[in-house]
């Protein structure tokens, strides 16, 4: 025999537990299901384990989507001043990190305990941990076939994820079920994870290990977008905040562009530092660049000829140091490949949002049925902002329930 509840909400990490705690709170009866043994491992690892639990300058321009206004209606009714609001109630003490990033003081632990104690206020009731085996859809509503035993439901609530950090428990578990519903599903990959090259062309790179600097990277392709953030050089490729961020539009066969020296002329600098300068060049351009990074990346790419080491700035041609100049402002590589979703903090593409209803998120054709969160096709920015969506969408499902 089922045990019926109103609402089932399959996963319980941030979008999940914050759905299940508005339609909770509402008067529903609802269970929240996750097959995990640890709740939300996602929060308590993420932003170093402080949680960066939103961005206070979220607008729809920092997602990326097949339609990038879809996310509009949930983020403008659910603000990031809006989750402040209920993190300020419950006294968890925060930080402004740069470029709107908002951290825990002390642990994300903080943010995991807050949904808990919103789910208790709803009444939520919790099957954890217990796996979904099937779902069936009946007269009613939904069946579930579950570890715990059957579980029915009038309405169902995908919120899963997607399938970054699968050591942590993330899987496709989703993306099965919207095409279980004969759903259209935008291809998934990684996103805001490292990129690598072939063993080969990186060998020359590999001694950069762990140099890191603040660079402009951009994608070739349309929307060209640019990040002005810092680069983390590492054995396989690159890493650090910047390269998450491009790589979420990078695609295979594309290449980056690198700034090495952003906002500056360098080969303008170059020839008026001739004057008088009776520095090395490798010493005049270790004033802008960590010293490994001139002396490897010079080598490597081979723009000037042998002996550069032993040159003096002023006695470069105008001409070489206007080219050196440009090759470091324009750096252009071509990755192989990622990290793969393992390093991934997000996947990319998920359910696509024209079968979703954007003010409930809602299927179309099963009005009963919804995806939230990392599983639908909107994907954000490095630095909180998936967090937002997540509580944006949640809300927009727990309000509409």
Known sequence: MAVHFDVAVIGAGAAGMMAASVAGQRGLRVVLID?????????????????????????????ISQ???????????????????????????????????LFCDDSSESIIQLLRQECAKGNVSWRMPCAVQAIQKTDSGYQLATDGGAIACEQLVIAT?????????????????????????VEPRPALVPLTFDASSWKPFVPLSGVSAEVMLSNQTKPRVQFLEDLLFTHRGLSGPGILQISSYWQPGQSICINLLPEQDLGQ?????????????????????????????????????????QKKVADMG???????????????????GTAGYKKAEVMRGGVDTNELNQKTMAVKT??????????????GWLGGYNFQWAWASAVACGRAL
């Not at 879809?70 to 402004?96: K, M």
């Not at 105008?318 to 192989?336: E, I, Y």
């Open 67 to 101: 339609n990038p206004h879809f996310c509009r209606s949930a983020l403008s009714a659910y603000t990031p001043q809006d989750f402040l609001r209920l993190v300020n109630a419950y006294g968890i003490a925060w930080h402004e990190k740069h470029k709107g990033q």
């Open 269 to 309: 600098q170059l020839v008026a530092a001739k004057k008088g300068n009776r520095q090395q060049l490798d010493n005049y351009l270790a004033t802008f660049l960590p010293r490994r990074l001139v002396e490897q990346w010079l080598n490597a790419m081979q723009i000037l000829p042998a002996g550069w080491e």
């Open 35 to 63: 097959h995990a043994k640890k709740l939300a491992e996602k929060i308590r690892i993420s932003g170093g384990g402080r949680c960066n639990f939103t961005n206070i300058g979220t607008t729809a321009q920092n997602f």
């Open 161 to 185: 994820g997607g399938m970054a950090l699968p050591q942590v428990g993330a899987t496709d578990f989703a993306l099965r079920v919207a095409r279980q519903f004969g759903l259209k599903v």
């Open 318 to 336: 105008d001409k070489a140091l206007l080219q050196l100049g440009q090759a470091l402002q324009s750096w252009t590589l071509f990755p192989t």
């Open 366 to 379: 099963h009005p009963n049925l919804y995806f939230i969160g990392e599983a639908v096709d909107v994907t």
